[in-house]
């Protein structure tokens, strides 16, 4: 079986590349590239990937205009299909404005652009994007975000770590993120949004020039986990 | 037909940037200022008629982000001299 990842790239996506290279790392498989404007995602997909990067320039507020574009209608359709989403920092951001996630990504605490690599704790390894990892171990994950202060109203956070869909937290605070939450999974565990950047942790240190390979892993998780579905 | 949508930050949302804007009035000499919060005005020009329901629907579904902001709608009426 051939694993199907489809990548989508809005105006402003910059990660959306190296997202695809992290898939076809792993799973052997070319990412299909999917534009915003499409209606239509492809058929019998297997993941859906939304990039980071600045869509739309973050007019309005980070992720809102893509959160409307015609491609999203189809992504939130396939959510409740139970299609696997993935999205990391923009992604992220995206996922929260079109409520497929909970909470929203306010303006970093410290007002400064972030961008450096940070410990995370895996806090749930249950998960299909998390089983290849330890529960409670330290990873190395590049953060590159203005935008990644994590935001919910106490009840929907402790509904959160009672459910556990808290994937990641910061090891140390890093963005004034409510209870240094990094990232974040649906009520049904197949939809993952985190600001972190595991594509850009997938190679061997020795020729990394960003960071390690702890992120290569979050990767391995999803490919096992859909190739023994 | 003018219609103005204010939006806030929910009370309790940390607002950073009206942080360091409150801190910069205090570093000029303005003294005795509480709280700042920043917001957003967005000026619609709209079809006349436009229910309170069609506006609504508007920020409910992307002026605001109704998790961590709240909306209030201004109706302006007509423009001088079309009445």
């Given at each position: 079986m051939t694993f199907r990842a489809a990548v989508i790239t809005f105006p402003g996506s910059n990660c959306d590349r190296d997202m695809a290279v992290a898939l076809e790392q792993v799973s052997g498989a070319p990412a299909i590239r999917v534009w915003h404007g499409d209606a239509e995602l492809p058929e019998r997909l297997d993941l859906i990937a939304l990039p980071g990067g600045f869509s739309y320039g973050d007019?309005?507020?980070?992720?809102a205009m893509a959160a409307t574009s015609p491609i999203m209608r189809a992504v939130i359709a396939a959510a409740s299909r139970g299609v696997p989403v993935l999205g990391v920092c923009n992604g992220f951001q995206v996922l929260a404005e079109a409520r497929l996630l909970p909470g929203a990504l306010l303006r970093n605490a410290g007002q400064r652009f972030i961008c450096r690599s940070v410990t995370l704790t895996?806090?749930?390894?249950?998960?299909l994007f998390t089983s290849a990892y330890v529960p409670g171990e330290q990873i190395r994950i590049p953060v590159a975000h203005h935008d990644g202060n994590y935001f919910a109203d106490a009840e929907t956070l402790d509904r959160l770590e009672g459910e556990g869909r808290v994937a990641f937290r910061y090891a140390e605070p890093c963005n004034g993120s409510a209870r240094d939450i990094a990232g974040v999974l649906s009520a049904n565990g197949r939809v993952l949004g985190m600001m972190p950047h595991p594509e850009r942790a997938i190679e061997p240190a020795a020729v990394s020039t960003l960071g390690g390979s702890d992120g290569r892993r979050l990767f391995e998780s999803i490919f096992t986990a859909l190739a023994s579905a | 037909m003018q219609v103005r949508v204010l939006v806030r930050l929910k009370p309790g949302v940390l607002d950073p940037q009206g942080r360091a804007v409150h801190h910069a009035l205090e570093g000029l000499g303005?003294?005795?200022?509480?709280d700042v919060r920043i917001g957003r005005l967005i000026e619609l020009d709209v079809a006349d008629g436009t229910d309170h329901a069609t506006l609504t629907a508007m920020c409910e579904k992307l002026l605001a982000n109704t998790v961590i902001e709240s909306f209030t709608i201004e109706g302006l009426g007509e423009p001088e001299g079309t009445r």
């Open positions: 007019y309005l507020r980070s992720g895996v806090e749930n390894t249950d998960s | 303005f003294a005795g200022v509480e």
